[in-house]
């Protein structure tokens, strides 16, 4: 076999590679869709703005109690705040599983049906609770589980929900924001079943863009931030180990052909 004939194998080789090696640099991409997705439900969202939150089985609740209408917080049988010179102590806030009877059970008030209601239902309700108590207590019930996935470039975050107005542009600015190795353009917001899920695809690159983005999201939505791909670089590494060792075994042939 002639050295032409080998360094044309070899060129036709590294040619191969690299045609495969546009398949190869997609192997991380993720929730690929063929064309843009607004499905029904999105749109019934878009147009009723920001969703109300009812507490369901299984959420968690934080709660705080304070008095005179406000003006000192208390801590029912020392349950909310142990020491107030812990600073550890003071950001691990309790949480109030609700069950699957729908109620939860709060100190010194015992249990409370809490399903389906909103915060401020729950807030209503718990102040009248206490009231038992308390002077005037006015109460602030939170969630403690409610949150968002972001998936991107920087790897992935959970955003909690500590309130209900928070949209996709503020998701993604907790998340980090948009660096250089993301695609602004092509951003996917995921809601509901998993097996079925209602997706939108959404393009922060234009004002066009931001104005349909404007969506509220709710607990478990699932926004993507696609990666930029740099073909060259990562086709390149890929490839790099097999040429180096066809490279290697090329060179063993030419020697030893050129010895004979």
């Given at each position: 076999?002639?050295?032409?004939?080998?360094?044309?194998?070899?060129?036709?080789?590294?040619?191969?590679?690299?045609?495969?090696?546009?398949?190869?640099?997609?192997?991380?991409?993720?929730?690929?869709?063929?064309?843009?997705?607004?499905?029904?439900?999105?749109?019934?969202?878009?147009?009723?703005?920001?969703?109300?939150?009812?507490?369901?089985?299984?959420?968690?609740?934080?709660?705080?109690?304070?008095?005179?209408?406000?003006?000192?917080?208390?801590?029912?049988?020392?349950?909310?705040?142990?020491?107030?010179?812990?600073?550890?102590?003071?950001?691990?806030?309790?949480?109030?599983?609700?069950?699957?009877?729908?109620?939860?059970?709060?100190?010194?008030?015992?249990e409370i049906f809490l399903e389906g209601k909103t915060l401020r239902e729950a807030d209503s309700l718990l102040s009248l609770q206490y009231s038992k108590f308390y002077e005037d207590p006015f109460v602030i019930t939170k969630f403690g589980n409610k949150r968002?996935?972001?998936?991107?470039?920087?790897?992935?975050?959970?955003?909690?929900?500590?309130?209900?107005?928070?949209?996709?542009?503020?998701?993604?600015?907790?998340?980090?924001?948009?660096?250089?190795n993301g695609k602004a353009f092509n951003i996917r917001h995921i809601r509901g079943d998993l097996k079925n899920p209602d997706v939108t695809i959404v393009d922060l690159s234009t004002i066009e863009g931001m104005k349909k983005a404007n969506l509220q999201v709710e607990p478990n939505d699932i926004v993507y931030i696609e990666p930029v791909r740099r073909v060259l670089s990562e086709s390149?590494?890929?490839?790099?180990?097999?040429?180096?060792?066809?490279g290697t075994l090329i060179t063993l042939v030419v020697l030893i052909t050129t010895v004979k």
């Open positions: 076999m002639s050295i032409q004939r080998l360094l044309l194998y070899f060129i036709c080789i590294q040619l191969t590679f690299g045609l495969f090696s546009c398949r190869m640099f997609n192997h991380s991409r993720m929730f690929k869709t063929e064309t843009e997705i607004v499905v029904d439900s999105v749109r019934q969202i878009l147009k009723e703005g920001t969703p109300t939150y009812l507490i369901q089985k299984n959420d968690f609740l934080e709660v705080q109690i304070h008095t005179n209408g406000g003006e000192r917080l208390v801590d029912p049988n020392n349950e909310m705040m142990m020491n107030q010179n812990n600073y550890q102590n003071r950001l691990e806030k309790p949480k109030y599983l609700v069950r699957q009877d729908g109620k939860v059970r709060l100190p010194m008030v015992g968002v996935i972001v998936l991107g470039p920087q790897g992935g975050k959970v955003i909690p929900l500590e309130n209900q107005k928070l949209n996709l542009v503020e998701v993604i600015a907790l998340y980090g924001g948009i660096l250089e390149a590494r890929e490839i790099a180990p097999i040429i180096s060792v066809l």
